[in-house]
């Protein structure tokens, strides 16, 4: 069955320090992958998918299929980094599975 | 302007009670979904729909209806509303496309007594 895990509920760091959210999936295809954030007060909204190999404010996010993981990094964070990080799997069919979230606060 | 809208933002209803939850979109999506959320937890699929007169069930039992008359209206109802029923409801709608990114509305904080 398809699952997605977000083994860290919180994370903190200091400003200008790295970050890496954690996101390990469990499924026997070829997955598709996506970041989605949620700001305080804001909408849930998608920050990146690795479809498209993309940094989007900073971030990135490399699918590796040998350890089953998409963890999202920043080299340098920033305080409107913090938000809730959602890590989710789109298995090919209509749902994605979401994890249940990292709140990451980035500490000035 | 574009959007997909979500009423009430909060509610609180007694056991038993008949409540329709509302979500519109402008954004001429043919997809749309209600995701169920409880603190802490992941987000669940409870219902979809790929255009008017399409509704399907979602991976998470939901003692809950939908209905898709018109493309921009996907309305959630619960018959007798519970406690266990108490969570945010997210609905979303999506660009069209196999790697296709979704919409959320600001969500319904739902507490049934």
């Known amino acids: 069955a398809q699952r997605v895990t977000q083994p860290e509920k919180l994370l903190s760091v200091f400003k200008g320090a790295p970050v890496e959210l954690k996101c390990n999936y469990s499924y026997s295809g070829s997955p598709e992958l996506f970041w989605y954030v949620q700001y305080s007060r804001q909408r849930l909204q998608l920050l990146l998918r690795?479809?498209s190999r993309e940094s989007i404010k900073g971030f990135t996010a490399d699918l590796n299929k040998g350890e089953t993981s998409f963890h999202l990094k920043k080299p340098f964070a920033q305080e409107e980094d913090s938000a809730m990080y959602y890590c989710?799997?789109?298995?090919?069919?209509?749902?994605?599975?979401f994890g249940t979230g990292t709140r990451l606060t980035v500490i000035p | 302007e574009a959007d997909i809208y979500q009423t009430p933002r909060y509610l609180v209803i007694g056991t038993g009670k008949k409540i329709t939850l509302e979500c519109s979109q402008t954004m001429g999506h043919d997809k749309m979904y209600w995701y169920q959320q409880d603190p802490g937890m992941e987000l669940h699929l409870i219902h979809y729909s790929y255009g008017v007169n399409s509704t399907e069930k979602g991976d998470l039992s939901s003692e809950s209806t939908v209905s898709r008359i018109r493309t921009e209206h996907f309305p959630l109802t619960l018959e007798s509303a519970r406690p266990s029923q108490t969570s945010q409801y997210l609905c979303a709608s999506s660009e069209p496309g196999p790697h296709e990114k979704l919409f959320f509305g600001s969500g319904t904080q739902l507490s049934v007594l």
């Open positions: 989710a799997l789109n298995p090919g069919a209509n749902n994605l599975f």
């Open positions: 690795h479809i």
